[in-house]
Structures are given as C-alpha cells and as structure tokens.
C-alpha cells in the first residue's frame, strides 16, 4: 500500500462473540479489558486512526441492552445480535434470523473490510462471499480443536465444530492465528483453504506496565491468573500448594484470578482444596483491572501457568514482563527463549516444582535474578504491543481496496 494510505472514513465491520472480557466492557462492568489484548488493541487503534467501526456481537445470554455502552471504543457502534442457546428446532430458526439480519446491516452499510474472530465471525466470511468484500479472520482457542481433529477425524470434526471448520476452510484474504504455542499451523495444513494467506503471530507486551502500587493482603502467595475452567488446570496448583504443605512450608498461600467460565470446575477445585485441608490458604479474587492484576503478579513469590497443552499465552507474557518469577511447564515453546533456573521455572512435575518455588522461597537473590531475566529474554523474543498493533493495521490496509 502507499505511505498516504488512511483509515480515516474506511468502514470496517467486526463480526465476534460475547467471551467474558468483552461482556464485562460492553455492560461497563468493567471501564479497562480483563484481557484478550490481541482483541482490544488492534480495536481501538482501528478507531483512532479514523476508521467507523461497526462491531456486531453475537450472544447467547439474555443482555439489557440499555446497558450496553460505548464509552471504552472510538467510532464503533456495537449492535449484538442474538445466537442460539440449545440445539432445538427454533435455534435453526434464530441463527438464520441474525445472519440475515448481519447481511442487511453490511449490504447497508457496504463495509470496506469485514473482520471475522473466532468461530461465530464465520457468519461475516459468509457475508463478505455474497457483498464480495475483503475479509480477514482471526481465530483464538486452537488447542482443543486440533485435539478434536485427530481424535475424530476430518468428517466427523466438522459434524462437531463446523463454525470452526468454515473458519479455516472459506477462503479469506488472510486468516490470522495466535503463536502462543498451540498448533494452530498444523491444524490449517490440515483442514486450511490453500488460496488462504495464513499469519501465524505472536502476541506482544505492553511497552509501559502500570502498576496500583498497594501492599497486597495475604503473604506470601503464589497467583495463578487466568480463567476458571478445567482446561487451565487450577487444580494442579492446588496441589502444587498441597506439595509445598507437605514439605513444611505452611505459610505460602494461592490466589486464583479470572472468570469463572466453568462453575462446576470452580466447585470441584475448592472441594478439592478443602479435601486437603488447604481451603483457609486457597483465595478466589474474582477479574482485576490491569493495574491490580499487574501488582499482584510484581508482588507474588511465583506466577503459575499449568495448562493442559500450551501455556504461551497472555498471562505468561504479562507475568514476564511484570517481572514476575513465573512457573510452568517445559515446552519446546517456553524453553526456546526461557532457560530452567535462570529466566523462569520449567518443570516435568509438580514434585520438582515444589522444590525449585522452595529455591526461590529461601534464596531471595535468586528470585530478584530470575525476575529480572525474565523480562530481559521476553524483550528479546517479542513485540510491544505497539509494534505488533502496527504490523496487523498493515496486514489490514493491504487488502482493503
């Protein structure tokens, strides 16, 4: 594209889902994202620049929607569209219903770009096919799917998560995935439309890290940061802590943050924490605006990232740049800029989890070592979020015609 190239007036449609950290900005139950930054940045950047943003958000909870507000984006009118909540005839009927009611909105509108993230965006790659306007598709949450595939099979897979496969298979001008160490390139080699620009990046950082700065109550602890839901195994720091109670630490307690995206799973962890006799030390905090989730990662003795298959995600990233002393497993993702007992601790197991937190219990030098090269090897493998934002509004520019 041509250096006087300007989103200023250029019409762009967003086409996504309500994930928790969008509902809660959406309703203004939170003023700042809880999250999700690959999401919320390139976003509002888009409306900086000038850009008018349509933002269609399909639901499938019941919103007021006298509380929706805009007050967080710029040029962006949000419209949320209803989806089905069951499998029931009907929900045939109201998922027609919304994607014909996308098509008159973008036919009246006549986007320059439609942007389609996640598996119900798929409906804009759709409408982009009948308006022929360039499309760009954004997936997140890849892990499980490729698991799926395997598993099932490519028929039986699309039975399954057809949303999902469309997202892959519908030609599209690009389709961008997140290198968070999932396989998100494999399953694209897999099931991929091939006249599809396929973008595997990673997330970034933000370049200035604010903090709220207040003493923390209930030291020391350790935080695990990230939604409540079996796929994010709070559960294995539960006994992390259980490991540490053994071996005669009795004082380190366990702060859980995030939504609870899956209360029977929240249920179960603190059953089980119960069971152990570790209830009084396991605390749910509930979201945090970034400034507190940031002072708590900067004042934990260790930030936890125990995920059943990939754990370069945000909360790592953020915890690294927090200088936190993270704790993880050893992947080939991790150990490629995250060296064991010196940047970060990567374990096989919980049992040699327990002593290296143990390490860095009682040799404070090691700690403040190891937090500050942990920044220092994230500085060297990523992007600020500036950089990337910039680098993804390029990759936008080069298709709009």
Sequence with gaps: MSGDFSFSGKKILYV????????????????????MPAFFYPLIELGRQGAKIDLIVFSDQIIDKKKITDTYFINTTITILPWPRDKRVRSILVLFSSFFRLYLR?????????????TRGVLGVLVSKILKVPVGVRVFGINKYFEYYKALGTFKFILRSPLFFLSFRLKSDFLLATDDGSVADKL???IGSKDTKFLFWKNGFDPIVLFDHKEIVGKPFMLYPSRISDKK??????DLLYALDIKGYKSIRLKLVGHVTDQKYYDKV?????????????EFCGTFEKKV?????KQAEVVLSLQKVSNLGN????????ESVVLSYKEPPLEAFLENGESAILVDNLSSAADAVLSILNRPELAVKMRRSGKSALYSEFDNWDNRVCKELALIKSVIK
């Design 188 to 190: 694209f080699q897999e």
């Design 293 to 297: 989730l940031f002072n708590y990662m």
């Design 16 to 35: 996504t889902s309500t994930w928790a950290g969008l509902l809660d900005v959406l309703t203004g139950e939170s003023k700042q994202p809880k999250g």
């Design 270 to 282: 603190f059953e089980y924490a119960n069971s152990l006799g570790l209830r009084q030390r396991v």
């Design 315 to 322: 909360t790592l990233i953020e915890a690294l740049n927090c």
């Design 106 to 118: 973008a036919k009246r509108k006549e986007p320059d770009f439609i942007y389609a993230l996640g």
């Design 233 to 238: 195994q709070q559960i294995k720091a539960v």
